[in-house]
């Protein structure tokens, strides 16, 4: 058993490096040359046949299970600049997908494991919602993060996803977890999910007391005439390279990783979501001349909007859009502009179009 073990983990170690060192130059290399060709369709059946590829390769020769391939070949491609665009273009297959995969766990769980175990549930949602919500306080405490930022990442980690069922179910097939064990972490997993939204009801009304007792951190930008920027993804590092020199601005990052790279890049920084009120004060909002929205969910982007509009009538709100829909929900809620990005190319071709010569008179 443990010969057997040693094979199938030195398979497993095998298949990661091989994917960490040459799936991340390769398959994003040919993600690239295939949105080169400019075909929409081309793209799309590219995104596929590399994620089901590598999930059916690493099965067939390193023989982990097809869902673990799966969740390799999703990291690989998230490493590319393109990984938005896959994402837009499968939508309605991981739409499908998704209904499926929670269609499957529904039919695995086993409910008389509530009435068999009911003691050994409990203590397995104890561990997934209490133990794991109190260590990742602990550790983002250390990093001496605010409270209230810790507090969020606590109950974001307060349930377990797929990933867990991956696990179980290799568990399962090295006889290192009984099948008792698999239904504990699908029972585990169901509840947790269940409960996670009444933890973040919970939240949102902790949070507004707990940020009024922590102190100020805005930057010393916020404290004059300014720019507040909401999203620095791809729309967002071009608005803020485009600003630099011309008006102190303020980026509102709700990614930790990234918010702390645009520190160190020289940016005053506030680290949250925006949708937050107490987010747009410590950006200082009532001083800002301009706030770009440029997340794209257009609905989070519209309670930015409404907030900010209500906080600063004065200011100049500008917003993304990606329709005329989403044009007339931002307009609505306080936006004095919502740009789509087609249209704006399309200015800018124009822009450039030779100009009509005046009719000569004879």
């Given at each position: 058993?443990?010969?057997?073990?040693?094979?199938?983990?030195?398979?497993?170690?095998?298949?990661?490096?091989?994917?960490?060192?040459?799936?991340?130059?390769?398959?994003?290399?040919?993600?690239?040359?295939?949105?080169?060709?400019?075909?929409?369709?081309?793209?799309?059946?590219?995104?596929?046949?590399?994620?089901?590829?590598?999930?059916?390769?690493?099965?067939?020769?390193?023989?982990?299970?097809?869902?673990?391939?799966?969740?390799f070949a999703g990291m690989i491609m998230a490493e590319s600049e393109l990984s938005q665009q896959a994402a837009n273009e499968t939508?309605?297959?991981?739409?499908?997908?998704?209904?499926?995969?929670?269609?499957?766990?529904?039919?695995?769980?086993?409910?008389?494991?509530?009435?068999?175990?009911?003691?050994?549930?409990?203590?397995?949602?104890?561990?997934?919602?209490?133990?794991?919500?109190?260590?990742?306080?602990?550790?983002?405490?250390?990093?001496?993060?605010?409270?209230?930022?810790?507090?969020?990442?606590?109950?974001?980690?307060?349930?377990?996803?797929?990933?867990s069922f991956i696990l179980a179910g290799l568990g399962v097939s090295l006889k290192l977890l009984p099948p008792e064990g698999r239904?504990?972490?699908?029972?585990?997993?169901?509840?947790?999910?269940?409960?996670?939204?009444?933890l973040f009801a919970l939240l949102d009304k902790i949070l507004p007391t707990l940020a009024a007792r922590e102190p100020p951190r805005?930057?010393?930008?916020?404290?004059?005439?300014?720019?507040?920027?909401?999203?620095?993804?791809?729309?967002?590092?071009?608005?803020?390279?485009?600003?630099?020199?011309?008006?102190?601005?303020?980026?509102?990052?709700?990614?930790?990783?990234?918010?702390?790279?645009?520190?160190?890049?020289?940016?005053?920084?506030?680290?949250?979501?925006?949708?937050?009120?107490?987010?747009?004060?410590?950006?200082?909002?009532?001083?800002?001349?301009?706030?770009?929205?440029?997340?794209?969910?257009?609905?989070?982007?519209?309670?930015?909007?409404?907030?900010?509009?209500?906080?600063?009538?004065?200011?100049?709100?500008?917003?993304?859009?990606?329709?005329?829909?989403?044009?007339?929900?931002?307009?609505?809620?306080?936006?004095?502009?919502?740009?789509?990005?087609?249209?704006?190319?399309?200015?800018?071709?124009?822009?450039?179009?030779?100009?009509?010569?005046?009719?000569?008179?004879?």
């Amino acid at each position: 058993m443990l010969g057997a073990l040693a094979i199938t983990l030195g398979k497993v170690a095998a298949f990661v490096v091989l994917m960490l060192v040459v799936g991340r130059r390769v398959i994003p290399w040919i993600l690239h040359r295939v949105a080169h060709t400019g075909s929409r369709e081309l793209f799309r059946l590219g995104v596929l046949a590399m994620a089901l590829g590598v999930a059916f390769g690493s099965s067939a020769l390193f023989g982990v299970s097809f869902a673990l391939g799966a969740f390799f070949a999703g990291m690989i491609m998230a490493e590319s600049e393109l990984s938005q665009q896959a994402a837009n273009e499968t939508l309605p297959l991981r739409d499908a997908f998704a209904v499926l995969f929670f269609v499957s766990i529904g039919m695995l769980f086993d409910p008389s494991v509530l009435l068999r175990q009911p003691l050994a549930v409990a203590a397995t949602v104890a561990i997934i919602v209490v133990g794991k919500s109190l260590a990742a306080l602990v550790i983002v405490l250390a990093f001496k993060r605010p409270k209230s930022v810790a507090l969020t990442i606590s109950a974001s980690l307060a349930q377990i996803g797929e990933f867990s069922f991956i696990l179980a179910g290799l568990g399962v097939s090295l006889k290192l977890l009984p099948p008792e064990g698999r239904d504990l972490v699908l029972a585990g997993a169901i509840l947790s999910i269940l409960l996670n939204p009444l933890l973040f009801a919970l939240l949102d009304k902790i949070l507004p007391t707990l940020a009024a007792r922590e102190p100020p951190r805005q930057p010393d930008a916020a404290a004059q005439p300014h720019a507040v920027l909401v999203g620095y993804g791809r729309v967002g590092r071009a608005v803020a390279e485009g600003l630099k020199g011309r008006t102190p601005l303020v980026v509102i990052e709700d990614d930790l990783e990234r918010a702390d790279a645009l520190r160190e890049a020289g940016f005053a920084v506030i680290q949250g979501n925006a949708v937050r009120p107490e987010v747009l004060k410590s950006a200082g909002l009532d001083k800002a001349t301009h706030l770009f929205v440029a997340v794209p969910n257009p609905f989070e982007a519209a309670r930015i909007i409404e907030q900010a509009r209500a906080a600063n009538p004065k200011a100049a709100i500008i917003a993304r859009a990606y329709s005329d829909a989403d044009v007339a929900l931002l307009r609505q809620a306080g936006a004095n502009q919502a740009l789509i990005g087609e249209q704006e190319i399309a200015r800018a071709m124009l822009a450039l179009a030779p100009k009509r010569k005046a009719a000569t008179v004879h």
